[in-house]
């Protein structure tokens, strides 16, 4: 049976081997994230500085563990000796110092391994070996005796067959507590104690209770088995790999998920906990799908280093990714390829000081990178921020975008540091350039303070003139001094008028009717400037709320959204109106309902000022604002029809629903029409590029 | 049962012996002619004889071939060293490899074949032809042509050797390809095994990749599969179809040269006919396709041919289609010459010396006038999208001005950098408007026409060359006399080739973006016309063509130029530019276009990086060195510390920076976002620094060339033939080689 395996085996290997593109294409280019989530190109944060293994004979090395200054690597298939399984040691120049071969208890006999993967070495020398295939978890003394052999823990927690154990990454916390990583175990590690005393779970996913799954498991009762098998991806995912940071404080869990990438890295606490500041999106963003297949990040390894930076290997791409301790994307690298700094097939990966190894099963050895001085200085800054040594860490992020000015994350790192350093309008320059709203608006918060309180005399005394002012003018007017003029808009009082109508819509509207109150001039200036007032609000609306959207704004949209839309409500509306026996006409329709956009317009005003003197925090009162103003302008809509076509209350509600429905069907008219245009064009150009290929080729 | 168990044991008996006989084909042992040399191979029922027969002989060579198998061995008088085209020994042996790659040993050509029913093939010379006994050696003067038949196919390829004063020349000779069937010939992996070292040998393999890698004998990077394969003079932009075109971050191969240094001895050899289509082919031994073999050589086209997706859809691999150019590539012959060293103590600089001389003698590279110079690429403007209340329009970010460019190189003057060499790259209005690069209009924007005069007189006076970018290749759209459907160069689907940019993060073309289309080379002409107007009219004395506008592609439009013939069309250009007078600054020029360049920039200071190879030389530089000028890549875009510092003077290169005046947040959305990190005030005090030091180094070296190299423990010496060594230490402490201290991250001159 063995031998079988070993032929298949290397069968596998022969497949996957020759499956190598020849001279694969290297990528290697370093990117990050902007705010658009747009790759960004970088300067290489690491730099390879060594290559071990091809002098050390490794055939397939499955794992590696850095401990005590030592470096261990588990290598496998040697199939031409009976040790087909040993643990190589090197020491921090890279030299073998030591080969430990694996032995039964008595009589020194060769320890056979049906499928080693995992390998972790405890505080004691004592070495953890998962088996695969043999369900188990076998524990060696430091010379590599066998000490003993875990099996399935014997629990009514863990529910599957003893067939479907397979134990894959095995490590151990400083009180000697075993977590083991089983394939297909979605509840979280295992946890033993050295004798196997099964302890619990850690680390579970929280299944979330989404409508969908909800519903789902209702459906659940009528489905067939393969539906059942496609329903249990909705569970939580399991986890890839693992590992455990220095102080034995913190496990780190990766999970190999492609659909749902959000909590990928998980920093879970003794309490098994996620206390990851950013847990939304882990690994690439719009990668696309490549001949159908979806290329998503799948993290298979995660290591931590001394300071604390989180970093996780994507098997699918070869690239790895730093995160901040907080788990803030830093930069990605690596690649696939057969350049140095790109892998084949990358298995493991280790932190050792500030160095970073990864192991790749293909070509049986392990790159060592070092941060360059771009990498370094990103660290740097960060770890002086997290000390809470800000203005050290100023220095180097300075140095990290003068390197490069694309990096958002480094001006970031001003920003904060600057912050902390009370330099608030320095530090709202950074958060623009680094596109953080939410840092932005924390200074902006504090900057505007500073300058509340340095205008408290000036602003005082104004408001002080200016109430005794009116009441100097109130007092004058009493005593008939001043006469008070009546406010007239223009054409007698058509502009007084409005705001009647404004404040009592109602009546306002049903009495135009027959004053004739109402003029063409007034509601295409209110329609100009309700035009008018949503490109003043997209451009000039404050950064906290509106981003740097005004960049990137195109009127057409506004022209298009806001006019057309105008019009065609119009149009359509003045149309349905001889199926409801409405009496309106054209004109009187634009312009009544001209008159009712003016409190959408006035609103928009508003909000663009007040998102300039308001922090995030304060958004909510944006919201009450917007909501009453553009409530207040339906509320004119509604009344504008009713008072116009002198509808009842019930046809009027019909009408403007079938008014919706029309301009609906002119949309889509539209939207066909332009549809049909580019197929016909795109199919003739495929004709045409069809009669080439034939004309060239021949055959 | 027993009879039968007997009769059983007969046919296993028969059938092994036939398989023995089917390895080492019956041979006829009357030689026809003088013996050079027997060898037999094996022992035993395995035993083989090569019996190798002069063809032909000279002062210094004795050309011999093996009638039975058509291998041939080249004996070198001077050194005694015998080089074989396939090793002579029986095959069996080989513990690594199996079934075809044991013939592929055996095979002076691996043949890659269309099929009629349009299947792409592998077949190989031994086993296709030799095996078969459809196989004549003629001889011809100075050498013998064997004629391979490979019955099944219908398909007759004739190889001929001729011999040289310091080799051979190899051939395949095109011209005389027969093709009876439809079966088309595709590509070719030529003289795999020439001068393979095996597992005892010692020594290693040269590529010309980028500055230049060695890959030693043996390197134990024997995973399968693991090939070093790459295209002459970089990848053909019209094979490339739209969702295969891929980011790296490479180094080309320029030169089409390879080498090996085996015990001592070694060859450099040179693809003189067919190189604009060849691929160069590297592996060590232990690996599975290759054997216990060290092997370096060609792979050439005889017919285009490669995958499209169909209908232009990116869609599955199912869907995909192989076609064929229907017509063979131009050139009559495919030739490599072997050019042999006949010194015992070979290395990679000896080959480059070889090399240098043999362009020297063609003209390709002249004694110009050294002078260790300071480039720079200054970018005088982008595009940006801005918005004017909510309008978008096309704005013309200024990141250097005529006025300002002028300011810079005025400083750099002040703070000591002489010998200054400009390239001025996006100033004209061409940039701005998409249009081809050959109208040359200083644009307004950076200060027009009479700043640009002013600019062109302060170089002129203060001895600054300064090169304006100009490109007749690259078609960013419809203009300039340029039209999009007539004047573009085709794919294989007679459809424009566009080129799109790749996005970094899912290695694919955004088909979402612009793309650039390629000149139909015989469009070239009018570009240049233009160009050449263009110097006239605003006074121009030098140009500069970036990497973009030297690349060679292929336009596979019917009664098209193949790149074979494109090089020769582009170099035709850049006669007439040289002959008007421009001095030339070119990219990183391939070698056809050496003789042109005045200046060279982009040379790179290091190789691919292929995991194969086991460290980076100077042989580029080594050929050009004392030849041409020539800088290294733009410092501040590529590594700017002070390690690739002291790598341009180990590797005897000049300095580049690319600069611009304006903030580099000036940068921020627009496409040169790539210029990171290139605002002249970041870097005017260490280009200062650093080009007073880097003098000190290129005035001991002056006009020398390069002959020597070594590199070990981080710690390098590069020797030149006026006696100047130059020590460069990369390591943290200080160290004493012969004699000499080199402090710690420094360098030293002796």
Known sequence: MKKCRAVLAIMLLLVMVLSIPAAAQGTGKAYVYNHNFDAQEIPDPYEVTATIGYDLGMVTPVDMVVRNDKLYILDTGHEDSEHSTRLLVLDKNYNKVDE????????????????????????????????????????????????????????????????????????????????????????????MEKDGKFLGYFGSNEVTRTAEAIMLKMWSRWMTEEQLARVQQLLPM?????????????????????????????????????????????????????????????????????????TAFDSTWQRLFQYTPEGNLMYVFGGTGSQVGTFVRGSDIEAWDDRLLVLDEVYATVTVMEPTTFGKNVRLGETYYSEGNYQASLEPFKAVVTECMNYEFGYQGIGKALYMDRQYEAAMDAFYLAHDQEDYSMAFKMHRGEVMRSLTVPTLTAVIILVVLWAVFKFLKYKGIIKSKKLVLDESGKGKYILHTLLHPIEGYEEMRYNKKYSLGIANTAIFFFFFSSVIMALYSGFIFNGKSAQNYNMIFTICGVLGGFTLFVLVNWLMATFFEGKGKFKEVWIYLGYATIPYSVTCFLYTILSNVLTAEEATFLGYLQILGYGWSLVMVFFALQGLHMYSFKRNVASIAVTILGMLVVLFIIFLMFNLFVQFFSFAESIFTELMYRRAVGF | MKKLFAVLLCVVLLLSFGTVAYAAPEKDTTPSGKVVETIVSGKGDNAETFVFVEAASNDNFILAYDEATTFISLTDKRTGQVWYSNPPVNINADPYVEGIAKTNIRSVLTLNYTNASLKVKDTNSYSGSVMKGSYEIKPVKDGVRVDY??????VTIPVQYTLTDDGMIAEVLFKDIVEESTNHVNTMDFLTYFGAAGEKD??????????????????????????????????????????????????TITMPVFGMVKNGYGFLAEVTSGAEMAKLRAATSGNRLIGGYNIVHTNCTYRVNYEIPLMGQVSSETSNAMYNAQDPVSNETYAVQFHFTDSKETNYMTLAAVYREILTERGWLTKDEISDRFYVDIYGGVNKKKSFFGVIYNARQTLTSFAEAQAMLQDLLDGGVKNITASYLDYANDHFTNDIEVGLVPSKSLGGKNAMADLIKFTNDNGIKMGVKANFVQLPSGGNGFSTFNDTADAINISPIKVYPISLNANTTQLGKKPYYLVDPKAYGKGVDSILAATETYGYSGLYFDEDALQLYSDLNIGGLQRERVSGAQAEQYARLAEAGQELTMSNPNAYLFAYADYMTDIPVCSSKEILFDGDVPFLQAVLRGSKNFGGESMNITDVSDESFLRHIEFGTDMKYALINADSEALLNTEDSFLYSATYTTFAEQIKTRYAEYMTVADAIGDATMVAHSAKNNVSVTEYDNGVKVYVNYTDEAVTVDGTTVEAMSYAIV
Not at chain 1, 157 to 182: N, S
Not at chain 1, 250 to 260: C, E, L, M, P, Q
């Open chain 2, 149 to 154: 038949t490979f019955k099944e196919l219908k």
């Open chain 1, 238 to 310: 399991e986890y890839s790999n693992f590992c455990i940071d220095e102080a034995g404080s913190f496990i780190y869990g990766v999970r190999a998920t492609t659909d749902d990438m959000n909590e990928l890295i998980r920093k879970i606490n003794c309490k098994g906990k996620n206390v990851l500041d950013y847990k939304e999106y882990f690994g690439d963003r719009n990668l696309g799908s490549i001949n159908g297949q979806p290329k998503n990040t799948s993290f298979n390894a995660v290591t931590v280093d001394d300071k604390g930076f989180i």
């Open chain 2, 202 to 251: 010692k020594g290693y393999l040269v590529i010309p990749d980028g500055a230049g890698a060695i890959v030693n004998f043996n390197n134990d990077k024997n995973v399968d599969g693991m090939i070093y394969n790459k295209e002459v003079y970089d990848f053909d932009k019209a094979c490339q179809t739209e969702s295969k075109q891929e980011t790296s971050n490479e180094e």
């Open chain 1, 100 to 191: 430990i071969l694996f032995t039964n208890l008595r009589n020194d006999t060769a320890f056979s391994f049906q499928e080693p993967k995992g390998l972790w070495i405890d505080e004691e020398g004592y070495i953890y070996i998962t088996d695969r295939s043999a369900h188990m978890v076998h524990i060696f003394d430091p010379n590599g005796k066998i000490d003993n052999s875990l099996a399935k823990p014997q629990s009514a927690m863990v529910t599957y067959e003893d067939e479907a154990y397979l134990p894959t990454k095995v490590l151990t916390d400083h009180l000697g507590v075993i977590y083991i990583r089983v394939e297909n175990d979605y509840r979280g590690f295992i946890m």
